[in-house]
């Protein structure tokens, strides 16, 4: 890897289960020195996917064992389906095979899915082993890597089944983020942008202004990363197990998460980050519906994550949807409704998002309905 300057280093402030990220340029290859001057002595299971093992496994592993650090590497396959039980029980038995004993390390090396399933396998064997995240794609390295949320998909809905686990260190290599196709940056790029759009105005307008830059790479992309982790570190910091202002994060989710499980976790129909995009103007334009924003506001949104090329209307989702009664069943079976009420992040404004409880369904069947493409 390139030759970088000191990484950027954002602190995750949770007592005595607080950890660093690092972000910067060449940190895969003194992946082992972080890992090791922070847990010595261990031995690591490495988890990552088919796509990732091609291009950064080797230099990984050699950089584990220049510092010490024996691996057992368990390749899965990529994409959305492999965040389920089969895969879940794959890592787990990969680990017990190998002999890692509970203070010993599972690493995840890739993007959200790899992170999710190897955080949650990290949390449940031995009651609970040393984890640490190698974030591979922008959206893992603003968002899944930070703040110990991990879990897994089922056939009732995405991310259903999981635990809180919080890493030990998160290593987020912004140099390998010029390996991801195109359109997986930009599906990272909607996390981004939801940082700016709960609390951060300043921070969307930059992004406004600068997203070309954050694309190109370089200082403006660091910079974008580090504030897209300091917000949600400060998040996670207040509320660890989401029981209040975490769920803000789950801005344009809601909707998000019920578009991915329409089209049965197909990426090539749609990825997490595009439904999050479709879902953040969603809830914006439902905001404007119901009064509480400017449909202005709704628009900028929309123009902006357009100009960067994502999808922003149902209508941009290839093949057929659900009819609306569908889509309303798969938002009601989110991990966000409470007693039966339906619960969104909804907004006054461009970084004023808000948590909205007892939505009535009817108003979200209306809205759907109107938006709906079929």
Same mark, same amino acid.
């Given at each position: 890897m390139p030759a970088t %300057?000191?990484?950027? #280093?954002? %602190?995750? +402030?949770? +007592? %005595? #289960?607080?950890? %660093?990220? /690092?972000? +910067? +340029?060449? /940190? /895969?290859?003194r992946a082992g020195a972080e890992i090791a001057a922070r847990m010595p002595g261990v031995r690591a299971a490495v988890v990552t996917d088919d796509n990732v093992a091609a291009i950064h496994l080797p230099a990984f592993e050699a950089s584990l064992a220049a510092a010490g650090i024996a691996t057992t590497p368990v390749v899965l396959p990529a994409g959305e389906r492999t965040k389920s039980f089969e895969h879940l029980e794959r890592v787990v038995d990969a680990v017990l095979g190998a002999r890692l004993e509970r203070r010993d390390v599972v690493v995840a090396l890739g993007g959200g899915v790899v992170g999710d399933l190897t955080g949650f396998a990290a949390g449940i064997v031995r009651r609970g082993m040393r984890f640490v995240q190698v974030p591979t794609s922008l959206l893992a390295q603003v968002d899944s890597s930070v703040g110990g949320k991990t879990g897994i998909?089922?056939?009732?809905g995405k991310n259903l089944v999981g635990l809180f686990h919080q890493p030990g260190l998160v290593l987020a290599d912004t140099d390998v983020l010029d390996t991801l196709p195109l359109r997986e940056f930009r599906a990272g790029y909607a996390e981004v942008a939801k940082y700016g759009l709960i609390d951060r105005p300043d921070f969307f307008a930059w992004l406004e202004a600068n997203w070309r830059d954050v694309f190109a790479g370089g200082a403006a992309r660091t910079h974008a990363i580090a504030e897209s982790c300091r917000s949600k570190a400060a998040i996670v910091a207040r509320d660890e197990f989401e029981t209040g202002d975490r769920a803000l994060l789950n801005l344009g989710h809601t909707f998000g998460h019920a578009l991915e499980s329409a089209v049965a976790y197909d990426g090539a129909r749609l990825v997490h980050g595009e439904g999050v995009a479709i879902g953040m103007v969603l809830a914006h334009r439902f905001s404007a519906r119901l009064n509480q924003c400017s449909p202005d506001d709704a628009a900028r949104v929309e123009a902006h994550l357009k100009a960067v090329g994502l999808p922003t209307r149902m209508g941009d989702i290839p093949g057929t949807l659900p009819d609306a009664a569908r889509l309303l069943a798969y938002i009601a079976q989110d991990k966000k409704v409470s007693r039966g009420a339906l619960t969104f992040i909804l907004t006054h404004g461009v970084g004023r998002s808000f948590i909205a409880k007892d939505v009535p369904a009817s108003e979200v069947l209306s809205f759907i309905e109107e938006n709906h493409p079929g």
């Open positions: %300057d000191e990484p950027v #280093r954002v %602190d995750v +402030g949770l +007592g %005595d #289960r607080a950890y %660093d990220i /690092l972000i +910067g +340029g060449g /940190l /895969l290859a998909n089922t056939g009732h």
